[in-house]
């Protein structure tokens, strides 16, 4: 069974100028030593997902109208406030995408680390020292003992996600959402943080959601995707699959605008960047919302006025589009025919 | 943080010296002289005589590095108006109840200001909220002299049998309630204010999100994550308003017939007792270095990024 099941989940927010479905109709589930991956470009509702299974939406304007959070068998979402503290921190945890602002500047490293330890764990000051030196350890910084009375102002943008990650372990949750970890980060420090999720998702048998924009961080380390686009799903497979097969010509276009530098022609070619914007989420039209921007959409076709359901293209394989990549090479066979 | 003091102290040094050099020369820029006013016919002889005891005869250079040396042997002078009495007597004598009225105005203004701040920017846009701002707008608006006459009104004619609240005086804890309170309405507010804007703005930190993703209790993340961050604009504005309230409280004092040092302070610009005006100058000066320099240490305790810097 899985760790982590989202059905069906909706939340909007409830502003002046109307309804925003930030989030419409998203199910995915993660089994513990699992990683989704959640990839989509920004606005597309991947993080208010996030928020949304942790319960940190801000309420108003945000309010989840529908669907289901199951937790190990827990419903989240009708939770007290109460509760959710008590899961929070301790069974799911999540780290944020920018390091410098997400720890407390007037705090030290310690303070943050063992104010967690405390709250969730029955454990002495004593020990909760100990253990966040181990913690800090663990993450890979350097000198912990010395660190630990440091505020974080004195750390590099990569020690304070390892600080931040260090707090997110610090309880043994059993699922991690780690949201953009690494968007904030140097290149060279992104693969690093990366690396450091993998291993302690590997040694602390976590489930871990992996929230970017970035289709290379997706290959590096997920084992399945969803594919997000304005606040729905649009794609979901194993990696390998999407990668080999995509089918959605966003998904395509994702992967077409990341830079190939592997094949010798690959290397002159023009990145090439989607056109046009996602459409606005308040009242959006009963049609495929990403048919603007679809170069496989015309006007013969129900793209303008028909919404493509998520189907099972190939076993485990979901898309939600009436050009599939499949499907149009099939037609393409039919009119050489 | 101990040379980080020292050093603020010395340079407070040159500053007061500035502060002397102004006051000195302005005030000899005004018309008039404390001995020849046209109330007070006295024969040119003596007129001469005393500007010759006082020394108003020397060149201005003179007077000045006479009254620097003053002020360093902690000497303000005689004054020159009130016979027979110096400037630190009357220091002496009333600085205390101005010290004391402005003390417990601040006290009222913090203790109150604050947590209505933060009471709001919990509760925002609630019915609280919208009460205690507009509340704190009033208090803010309204004039110091007419709140104390509402104050004197109210709460010692119309029910001063039920509050037992004297009109006027500085004596029992009961006669110092209504001035305190008169002074400090308007500091109040404008905390109240602050803390609330403050406040929000600290709760939409990424910190207290992640303080919140901890599964921290809210009452913690309020007073541990947010309360902190908050207070170090308000200690910011906290300094001068110290340092206005001791000193500036002429009219409550007035109003309240306290007998404390502003209404010396009035009485001897009007008429030309230099020594006194200089005097209460330098040493209200003074307090407000010593205000701000109590905030800079403040602020190093709050914030650590500032600690840094000065060490």
Redesign the interface.
């Known amino acids: 069974m899985a760790a982590l099941e989202v059905r069906d989940l909706q939340t909007h927010f409830f502003t002046r100028e109307g309804v925003v479905r930030a989030v419409d109709g998203v199910s995915f589930s993660v089994d513990r030593g699992q990683t989704l991956g959640i990839v989509g470009e920004s606005g597309c509702g991947k993080s208010v997902t996030a928020l949304s299974i ?1 319960g ?1 939406i801000p309420k108003p304007p945000a309010k989840i109208v529908g669907g289901e959070v199951q937790w190990e068998g827990r419903e989240l979402t009708t939770l007290s ?1 109460r509760q ?7 069974e799911i ?2 780290i ?1 995408q ?1 390091p410098m ?7 030290t490293i310690g303070t943050q680390i063992k ?2 330890l405390r ?2 764990l029955d454990i002495s000051k004593d020990a909760a020292r100990k253990r966040a030196i181990e913690l800090l350890d663990e993450v890979g910084i350097p000198k912990p003992e010395s660190r630990l009375d440091d ?1 974080p ?1 004195r750390l590099s943008g990569g020690m304070r996600q390892r600080a ?1 990650i260090a ?1 997110a372990i610090s309880c043994n949750p059993e699922l991690l959402i780690a949201d953009e970890p690494t968007t904030a980060l140097d290149v060279t420090v992104q693969a690093q943080v990366l690396d450091l999720l993998e291993e302690l998702q590997a040694s602390h048998e976590m489930a871990m959601i992996l929230i970017t924009h970035d289709m290379g961080v997706i290959a590096e380390s997920a084992d399945d995707v969803v594919v997000m686009y304005a606040g729905q799903i649009v794609e979901q497979a194993p990696v390998q699959e999407l990668f080999d097969h995509p089918e959605h010509p966003y998904t395509e276009a994702l992967l077409g605008a990341l830079p190939q530098i592997d094949d010798a022609s690959g290397r002159n070619q023009r990145l090439t960047a989607i056109r046009g914007r996602p459409p606005d989420l308040i009242d959006p039209p009963k049609a495929c919302r990403f048919a603007a921007r679809c170069p496989h959409a015309s006007s013969g076709d129900s793209c303008a006025t028909h919404m493509p359901e998520l189907r099972e293209i190939r076993p485990g394989h979901f898309v939600r589009s009436q050009h599939p990549a499949s499907e149009r090479a099939g037609k393409r066979v039919e009119v050489t025919a | 943080m101990t040379a980080f003091i020292v050093r603020r102290l010395f340079w407070t040094l040159p500053v007061i010296l500035i502060v002397i050099f102004f006051t000195f020369v302005l005030m000899r820029q005004i018309e008039g002289n404390p001995f020849r006013t046209s109330e007070r016919n006295v024969p040119e002889s003596i007129q001469q005589n005393l500007e010759e005891k006082f020394g108003l005869n020397d060149p201005w250079y003179v007077q000045y590095a006479k009254y620097v040396k003053g002020v360093f042997t902690l000497d303000l002078g005689p004054s020159l108006v009130l016979r027979g009495r110096d400037v630190n007597d009357i220091v002496r004598e009333h600085f205390p109840e101005s010290l004391e009225l402005g003390g417990l105005a601040m006290l009222f203004a913090l203790v109150v200001g604050i947590p209505l701040g933060m009471l709001s920017a919990l509760r925002a846009n609630s019915f609280l909220d919208y009460t205690a701002m507009f509340f704190s707008n009033v208090g803010f608006a309204i004039p110091s002299f007419l709140v104390a006459t509402l104050l004197i009104y109210f709460f010692a004619l119309q029910w001063g049998d039920v509050f037992g609240f004297p009109t006027s005086g500085w004596t029992t804890w009961q006669s110092k309630v209504l001035p305190s309170l008169a002074l400090g309405l308007g500091p109040m507010a404008y905390f109240a204010r602050l803390t609330r804007g403050t406040m929000l703005e600290t709760l939409q930190q990424d910190y207290i999100r992640t303080a919140k993703a901890k599964g921290l209790r809210w009452r913690r993340i309020v007073a541990v994550h947010a309360l902190r961050n908050s207070l170090i604009p308000v200690v910011t504005a906290a300094g001068p308003i110290l340092g206005f309230l001791i000193t500036g409280s002429f009219i409550i004092e007035q109003i309240f017939a306290i007998p404390g040092i502003g209404r010396y302070y009035v009485t001897a610009v009007t008429g030309r007792d230099y020594s006194v005006v200089m005097g209460l100058t330098v040493l209200l000066s003074i307090i407000v270095i010593l205000a701000n320099l109590v905030v800079d240490i403040l602020y190093g305790i709050l914030d650590p990024r500032t600690r840094e810097a000065r060490t």
Do not use: C, K, Q
């Open positions: 942790m940190l406030e959710l503290e008590d899961v929070r921190g301790h945890a999540m944020f920018d602002t997400s720890l407390n500047p007037t705090l104010e967690t709250r969730h505020y102002h931040m707090i």
